[in-house]
């Protein structure tokens, strides 16, 4: 479905003061014909005092960044833009797949828990459609990465409606569309990377490994997700303009082992750093006694001098010195 924009002037107000005006001719008709014993003008003036409200069905208000797809008899008509008082063809009817969905996002704010809520108010909800940049915030998913590790993510999409004849005619509900769209979208690309870098993983699809990760390239799988959810919602007339991680950490169940391993890992690197700092430590401390000659020193003396030195650096607590005071022989 090819989008029809309507060159429908704002001709809203002359439209409605032209209605008004036949209505007071009308009664001033019926007055006439009543005092002169006119019954066709009476009649005329009747005729017209009740069907003539049905024109003004035809009057539309549109604010700014606000659409409206027209149908006739089942056909379509044509879209309106652009904020204005319009007056269009009173047996049109507008058309809304997704005017009674509501989605967690900036602008269809809901308390109920899950992704979509059918309202429930006795108030009709509004035809007109709204081509402002909205936020989709989806629920957190439980989805496994390229390690089979279970993590939770969630993500905040910015989307808006670019056609309009599209989004109402070519998908039946185009807001749970794009909510389905994202979760599809999203556990497609999670499965490729691993939470956190990992060895001999390709996450780009070139047989390379590299060093693609959840935690550590989030914006450049934002952008794959933003790709991804791009190409699946085109044939439903939407554009995403952004997309975000907006919660990212290992499910509960793996999160206390995950964290234990973080930290093992961290303790061995630190343990790394100090055991490298200690031996350039002792090695420039036995070139500086060898360059000095102040003392001479074998090879067992040497062996404890090191064991000592590397004791007192690499050790947890501060060490408890002891002072020889007689002959080191």
Same mark, same amino acid.
């Given at each position: 479905?090819?989008?029809?924009?309507?060159?429908?002037?704002?001709?809203?107000?002359?439209?409605?003061?032209?209605?008004?005006?036949?209505?007071?001719?009308? /009664?001033?008709? %019926?007055?006439?014909?009543?005092?002169?014993?006119?019954?066709?003008?009476?009649?005329?003036?009747?005729?017209?005092? #009740?069907?003539?409200?049905?024109?003004?069905?035809?009057?539309?208000?549109?604010?700014?960044?606000?659409?409206?797809?027209?149908?006739?008899?089942?056909?379509?008509?044509?879209?309106?833009?652009?904020?204005?008082?319009?007056?269009?063809?009173?047996?049109?009817?507008?058309?809304?797949?997704? $005017?009674?969905?509501?989605?967690?996002?900036?602008?269809?704010?809901?308390?109920?828990?899950?992704?979509?809520?059918? &309202?429930?108010?006795?108030?009709?909800?509004?035809?007109?459609?709204?081509?402002? /940049?909205?936020?989709?915030?989806?629920?957190?998913?439980?989805?496994?990465?390229?390690?089979?590790?279970?993590?939770?993510?969630?993500?905040?999409?910015?989307?808006?409606?670019?056609? *309009?004849?599209?989004?109402?005619?070519?998908?039946?509900?185009?807001?749970?569309?794009?909510?389905?769209? #994202?979760? *599809? $979208?999203?556990?497609?690309?999670?499965?490729?990377?691993?939470?956190?870098?990992?060895?001999?993983?390709?996450?780009?699809?070139?047989? %390379?490994?590299?060093?693609?990760?959840?935690?550590?390239?989030?914006?450049?799988?934002?952008?794959? /997700?933003?790709?991804?959810?791009?190409?699946?919602?085109?044939?439903?007339?939407?554009?995403?303009?952004?997309?975000?991680? *907006?919660?990212?950490?290992?499910?509960?169940?793996?999160?206390?082992?995950?964290?234990?391993?973080?930290?093992?890992?961290? %303790?061995?690197?630190?343990?790394?750093?100090?055991?490298?700092? &200690?031996?350039?430590?002792?090695?420039?401390?036995?070139?500086?006694?060898?360059?000095?000659?102040?003392?001479?020193?074998?090879?067992?003396?040497?062996?404890?001098?090191?064991?000592?030195?590397?004791?007192?650096?690499?050790?947890?607590?501060? $060490?408890?010195?002891?002072?020889?005071?007689?002959?080191?022989?």
């Amino acid at each position: 479905m090819k989008e029809k924009i309507l060159s429908t002037k704002k001709n809203g107000m002359p439209m409605m003061l032209l209605f008004i005006l036949l209505y007071i001719a009308a /009664i001033g008709i %019926i007055i006439i014909g009543g005092t002169s014993d006119n019954e066709i003008l009476a009649g005329i003036g009747t005729i017209y005092v #009740c069907i003539g409200w049905f024109p003004l069905k035809g009057l539309v208000v549109l604010k700014p960044q606000e659409a409206l797809v027209l149908t006739l008899f089942g056909k379509y008509h044509g879209t309106i833009k652009g904020d204005g008082f319009y007056w269009v063809n009173p047996f049109c009817s507008a058309i809304n797949p997704a $005017a009674q969905t509501h989605l967690r996002q900036s602008d269809d704010i809901s308390t109920r828990t899950g992704i979509t809520v059918q &309202a429930t108010n006795t108030t009709s909800p509004s035809k007109k459609i709204s081509l402002k /940049i909205m936020t989709l915030n989806n629920n957190r998913q439980k989805i496994n990465d390229c390690l089979g590790n279970p993590v939770e993510i969630g993500i905040a999409v910015m989307w808006k409606v670019k056609d *309009t004849a599209k989004a109402v005619f070519d998908v039946d509900n185009y807001k749970e569309y794009l909510s389905l769209q #994202c979760d *599809t $979208a999203l556990r497609n690309i999670v499965r490729l990377y691993p939470y956190d870098v990992s060895p001999d993983i390709d996450t780009t699809g070139d047989g %390379i490994a590299d060093e693609g990760s959840l935690r550590g390239s989030s914006e450049i799988v934002a952008g794959r /997700i933003r790709d991804e959810i791009q190409q699946k919602v085109e044939n439903a007339g939407l554009e995403i303009v952004e997309a975000r991680i *907006t919660y990212l950490a290992y499910a509960p169940e793996i999160a206390a082992v995950m964290l234990q391993r973080q930290q093992a890992s961290a %303790i061995i690197d630190a343990r790394k750093m100090i055991v490298d700092g &200690a031996v350039g430590m002792v090695e420039m401390a036995l070139e500086r006694l060898n360059e000095s000659g102040m003392v001479d020193l074998d090879e067992e003396r040497k062996a404890a001098m090191v064991s000592n030195l590397l004791v007192v650096l690499c050790g947890n607590h501060d $060490a408890q010195p002891i002072v020889n005071s007689g002959s080191l022989y």
